[in-house]
């Protein structure tokens, strides 16, 4: 019998794309007896329905056209049974004469008399009230657009549903969402609202999709539920990619020293330089570093950029620890630099050496806009790659747009591509910030980081994080395993921060000081 999983960060699980997951649905249906995939997906519905609202009376499920819809009908039948009141609308439906305007696929429409054959009617307006409502509009590959038949009305139901108060679930995907992708197509959804935790789920059934991890799709589909329906992945069928959980993030990141050797010394956990600081941005430089501080380097050194070293004391008076040199002192083949937070157009100056002669590095922020303006600098990039010096770029979707002369809109619309492309492009792991932090690198199966919220979205916080991969390379982490295990923790510190009950800001500088609880 198969059973539905919460996902959560504890865990990694296989991503798979829409091409995958058609070919798994396929083979099943071919292994199986008629119908008998598309009655499991309305059993697994109604059993997360009733888990999630026993008391529920009168369930409103929303069907659309395809096969999305013929789950909606199965769910409908298997609650009625169960002595639900459910009342089903159904987009085919002729609102004049209360008959079909066109036939379903053979499965939907084999569900779809089920339903009515057990008494089940379909009504051309929602209910007026309504305790539950299920969204089986539109599945894989389904968005809404002007030129496709039923959007309006499509938009109308979801309008009503999620402005409704009541608990809403998904079959498979929010409809509008992108399975690939997560880019939504339906936009006038309201913001997953924190203090009512419980009111948004999604039934993915048969796979994960990445889309539902990343860009529009964690706040679309809320707490998200995989339902395999007993059909084991094959063998030759690939993830596309992988979300990444505390089972794989966390691990032997260097931080726990007391769990280390007793001969250890500061210079057993690396040495970190931030350079960056320009006149009137010293504040970046310092949260880097106080975060590499904070995660575990055994030294921090702070190169301050431009004018910045006249205007600002030697010594940071409520962190000691750190030690300020000039750009010129420090040795780029025996440390891990962290480049460009805060840099301004001082660090362009900077930057040809950097890439020549740093053997690990990361670059952020205004590196990453002076690289994206300057082919040279993008070449030296690129050759980083062939002479094993690790490298990480940590971009916002603004910066990658600039890095791959594209709109922000581009890169949006399809993160992990823009990801992936990035990484091969230069030879390095990118993280590509926001809602699903992607990882990627060369040759290898991207990351989608399930961790953080919106506490992040305030300034500072991404220098935050590229000191915290600057620790961990300085650990002597592997590149992507440092960005990785980096962007979970920094997220998993927001979440931790949310959950306490805390009622301060979770400003930059809390969060990097959080990089040690």
């Known amino acids: 019998m198969h059973r539905t999983l919460k996902i959560s960060h504890e865990l990694s699980y296989p991503l798979f794309d829409i091409a995958a997951t058609r070919q798994m ?3 099943a249906q071919a292994d199986l007896p008629e119908h008998r995939l598309m009655q499991r997906a309305g059993l697994a519905t109604a059993r997360l329905t009733l888990a999630l609202a026993p008391h529920a009376q009168h369930i409103w499920i929303a069907c659309g056209p395809g096969n999305n819809g013929g789950d909606g009908f199965e769910t409908a039948l298997q609650l009625h049974r169960l002595g639900k009141t459910v009342s089903l609308t159904w987009t085919e439906l002729d609102q004049s004469t209360e008959a079909s305007t066109r036939q379903p696929p053979p499965d939907a429409r084999a569900s779809r008399l089920r339903a009515l054959s057990a008494g089940l009617t379909i009504s051309p307006e929602p209910p007026t009230r309504f305790d539950f409502a299920i969204d089986a ?4 590959g389904g968005t809404l657009s002007a030129d496709r038949p039923g959007t309006w009305l499509m938009t109308q139901w979801l309008n009503c549903m999620h402005n409704s108060g ?10 509008g969402l992108n399975a690939d992708t997560g880019a939504s197509s339906y936009h006038t959804a309201p913001s997953l609202d924190a203090s009512r935790p419980g009111l948004r789920h999604t039934l993915s059934l048969l796979t994960l999709k990445p889309g539902l991890f990343t860009a529009d799709g964690r706040d679309a589909a809320g707490q998200v539920w ?12 690939k993830p596309f990619a992988l979300l990444q959980g505390k089972s794989t993030a966390m691990g032997a990141t260097g931080l726990a020293r007391q769990h280390q050797a007793h001969t250890s010394h500061k210079g057993s956990f690396g040495d970190v330089a931030v350079l960056g600081g320009a006149p009137g941005m010293t504040g970046a430089a310092l949260l880097a570093a106080s975060a590499a501080l904070h995660a575990g380097a055994g030294r921090v050194f702070v190169a301050l950029l431009g004018d910045a070293t006249d205007s600002v004391l ?17 040795d780029m083949k025996q440390l891990v630099l962290v480049c460009g937070c805060g840099g301004g157009q001082a660090v362009q100056a900077h930057l040809p050496l950097i890439l020549a002669e740093a053997t690990r590095a990361i670059f952020d922020a205004d590196a990453l806009n002076a690289i994206a303006t300057t082919p040279d600098l993008q070449a030296l990039l ?3 790659q062939a002479h094993a010096q690790a490298t990480v770029l940590t971009p916002h979707p603004l910066e990658a747009a600039r890095l791959l002369q594209c709109s922000t809109l581009d890169v949006q619309s399809n993160r992990l591509c823009a990801a992936q492309q990035l990484a091969d492009r230069f030879g390095c792991v990118v993280v590509l910030k926001g809602s699903g932090s992607v990882i990627a690198a060369p040759g290898q199966t991207a990351l989608i980081n399930p961790s953080g919220n919106a506490l992040l979205a305030t300034p500072g916080t991404g220098d935050v ?9 300085a650990a002597g982490l592997p590149a ?11 997220g998993r510190f927001a979440d931790c921060w949310a959950s306490s009950g805390k009622h301060e800001a979770l400003t930059a500088s809390r969060l990097a000081r959080f990089a040690s609880a």
């Open 137 to 140: 509009l539109l599945g894989i």
């Open 166 to 175: 009541a608990p809403v679930l998904c079959i498979d995907l929010p409809t």
């Open 480 to 490: 992507r395993t440092a960005a990785a295990r980096a962007v979970f923790m920094h």
């Open 226 to 237: 995989l339902d395999d329906l007993s059909v084991v992945t094959p063998a030759d069928v």
């Open 314 to 330: 030697s010594v940071d008076t409520t962190q000691p620890e750190l030690m300020f040199r000039s750009p010129a002192a420090l």
């Open 25 to 27: 649905e396929a083979r």
């Open 465 to 473: 994080l590229a000191g915290m991969i600057g620790a961990l390379l």
């Open 382 to 384: 690129a050759a980083r």
